[in-house]
């Protein structure tokens, strides 16, 4: 089983909608919790991250951990065509320094 | 310039060429990454420095080889690659070794390996 699981998609929806991104993990060590968002021919920016469980919120953005289930989530609320792009989930252990396991990424298309 | 930024951002290169990609960080940050993105596979920490000493190398093959001369500048040498090595390159940059928050990334290199 993979460290970290993803579906690539491609996810495609009509702008206006709620999207719903989803990262499942094994190693229950994990304790931060990022969202990267990649456009066409560019690096990962940082979107939002979390610590621990819990949800937070920044604007249409809304990040959910569910420890127990080893499950996080992306809520993007009223999509917009400006949000077509690849999502990574990342996370990464406290005793394991420096190191992010990423997901595959999803790649989203919000058509007009 | 601001950020981290990649040169070149395209390579084609041969599997008996040796060329460098380059990271500039203008940010004033202290550590320094390489990440491997290929296709349908996550990406994948190559190298870490910290304040120019390399600190994690997570079993890169020897035909990589990193250089840090300072803190905001990072090469990675390439000689002898092979046709799976075909990926982006992307370097990234942190203020603190070890911030799980506040890797910022450049763009990338695109490069083909024939």
Same mark, same amino acid.
């Given at each position: 089983?993979?460290?970290?699981?993803?579906?690539?998609?491609?996810?495609?929806?009509?702008?206006?909608?709620?999207?719903?991104?989803?990262?499942?993990?094994?190693?229950?060590?994990?304790?931060?919790?990022?969202?990267?968002?990649?456009?066409?021919? /560019?690096?990962?920016?940082?979107? &939002?991250?979390?610590?621990?469980?819990?949800? /937070?919120?920044?604007?249409?953005?809304?990040?959910?951990?569910? /420890?127990?289930? /080893?499950?996080?989530?992306?809520?993007?609320?009223?999509?917009?065509?400006?949000? +077509?792009?690849?999502?990574?989930?990342? &996370?990464?252990?406290?005793?394991?320094?420096?190191?992010?396991?990423?997901?595959?990424?999803?790649?989203? +298309?919000?058509?007009? | 310039?601001?950020?981290?930024?990649?040169?070149?951002? !395209?390579?084609?290169?041969?599997?008996?060429?040796?060329?460098?990609?380059?990271?500039?960080? !203008?940010?004033? !940050?202290?550590?320094?990454?390489?990440?491997?993105?290929?296709?349908?596979?996550?990406?994948?920490?190559?190298?870490?420095?910290? %304040?120019?000493?390399?600190?994690?190398?997570? @079993?890169?093959?020897?035909?990589? @080889?990193?250089?840090?001369?300072?803190?905001?500048?990072? %090469?990675? !040498?390439?000689?002898?690659?092979?046709?799976? =090595?075909?990926?982006?390159?992307?370097?990234?940059? @942190?203020?603190?070794?070890? =911030?799980?928050?506040?890797?910022? %990334?450049?763009?990338?290199?695109?490069?083909?390996?024939?």
């Amino acid at each position: 089983q993979k460290e970290v699981e993803q579906d690539p998609g491609p996810l495609s929806v009509p702008e206006g909608a709620i999207v719903s991104l989803n990262c499942t993990y094994s190693n229950s060590a994990f304790q931060y919790f990022m969202w990267y968002r990649q456009y066409s021919r /560019k690096g990962p920016e940082l979107l &939002m991250y979390t610590y621990s469980s819990g949800n /937070k919120e920044d604007g249409r953005f809304t990040a959910q951990v569910d /420890k127990s289930s /080893k499950y996080i989530s992306l809520f993007i609320r009223d999509s917009q065509p400006s949000d +077509s792009a690849t999502y990574l989930c990342a &996370m990464s252990a406290p005793q394991a320094g420096t190191a992010l396991i990423f997901g595959k990424g999803t790649t989203l +298309s919000v058509s007009s | 310039e601001t950020g981290v930024t990649q040169t070149p951002r !395209h390579l084609v290169m041969g599997m008996t060429n040796k060329k460098s990609l380059k990271c500039e960080q !203008h940010l004033g !940050h202290n550590a320094m990454y390489w990440y491997k993105q290929s296709a349908k596979k996550p990406l994948e920490l190559m190298f870490v420095y910290n %304040f120019k000493e390399q600190t994690e190398n997570n @079993s890169v093959p020897s035909r990589f @080889s990193p250089e840090c001369p300072n803190s905001s500048h990072l %090469f990675l !040498h390439l000689h002898t690659l092979q046709p799976e =090595d075909s990926a982006l390159y992307l370097c990234a940059s @942190s203020q603190v070794y070890g =911030d799980p928050y506040e890797q910022y %990334f450049g763009p990338g290199t695109r490069l083909t390996v024939t």
